[in-house]
Antibody, heavy 123, light 107 residues
Framework: QVQLQESGPGLVKPSETLSLTCTVS??????????WAWIRQPPGKGLEWIGY???????NYNPSLKSRVTISLDMSRNLFSLNLSSVSAADTAIYYC???????????????WGQGALVTVSS | DIQMTQSPSSLSASVGDRVTITCRAS??????LNWYQHKPGEGPKVLIH???TLHSGVPSRFSGSGSGTDFTLTISSLQPEDFATYYC?????????FGQGTKVEVK
């Protein structure tokens, strides 16, 4: 059973870069069935997909954040990361990492999630 | 982007009630539609994928239906552990998009 755990600073200053890490256990980042994703939830609001990365290096980002987002994989440590630059208060949210799985039986299902990490943008 | 619209935004129900939540996509998404349950302090959990397939380990009181643009999640007999927020999500195309959520509260 794959497990994901987010980690990183809970407080980031405006205009700086938000950096989070998702450690994966019980599964491998170089699986050809899986995309490694980030999703966020601002306070009192719904879920917003940030983007994902595939083991081959392919990425896809939400156009609303694309100019500020980088997702990367570290195969040696079995973790993936999110960098979001030039943050503002609007980026305050709970950030989740998740696995999106594609197999003949499941098509594009986020079947494993971390518990979330609250990041507050404030000076 | 494909817009996903859920209704209602919230509902009040009692244990044992039948609950129905609808989700409409702004364009056809075949059956690339997933349903998640979300409780505070936890990551969302998938209930239904491919519009109507019960995910492994999910109780059979949950069911999904629909194809194209209109989808439904039904809880046949609401249990105490089912009070939560429910989201639909399309995996037809990027960017992935979610409905705004339906909060199921105690009546």
């Amino acid at each position: 059973q794959v497990q994901l755990q987010e980690s990183g600073p809970g407080l980031v200053k405006p205009s700086e870069t938000l950096s989070l890490t998702c450690t994966v256990s019980g599964g491998s980042l170089n699986s050809n069935a899986d995309y490694w994703a980030w999703i966020r939830q601002p306070p009192g609001k719904g879920l917003e997909w940030i983007g994902y990365m595939y083991y081959s290096g392919t990425t896809n980002y939400n156009p609303s954040l694309k100019s500020r987002v980088t997702i990367s994989l570290d195969m040696s440590r079995n973790l993936f990361s999110l960098n979001l630059s030039s943050v503002s208060a609007a980026d305050t949210a709970i950030y989740y990492c998740a696995r999106e799985r594609w197999t003949p039986m499941v098509r594009g299902v986020m079947d494993s999630w971390g518990q979330g990490a609250l990041v507050t943008v404030s000076s | 982007d494909i817009q996903m619209t859920q209704s209602p935004s919230s509902l009040s129900a009692s244990v044992g009630d039948r609950v129905t939540i609808t989700c409409r996509a702004s364009q056809r998404i075949d059956n690339f539609l997933n349903w998640y349950q979300h409780k505070p302090g936890e990551g969302p959990k998938v209930l239904i994928h491919a519009a109507s397939t019960l995910h492994s380990g999910v109780p059979s009181r949950f069911s999904g239906s629909g194809s194209g643009t209109d989808f439904t999640l039904t809880i046949s007999s609401l249990q105490p552990e089912d009070f939560a927020t429910y989201y639909c999500q399309q995996s037809y195309i990027n960017p992935r998009t979610f409905g705004q959520g339906t909060k199921v509260e105690v009546k």
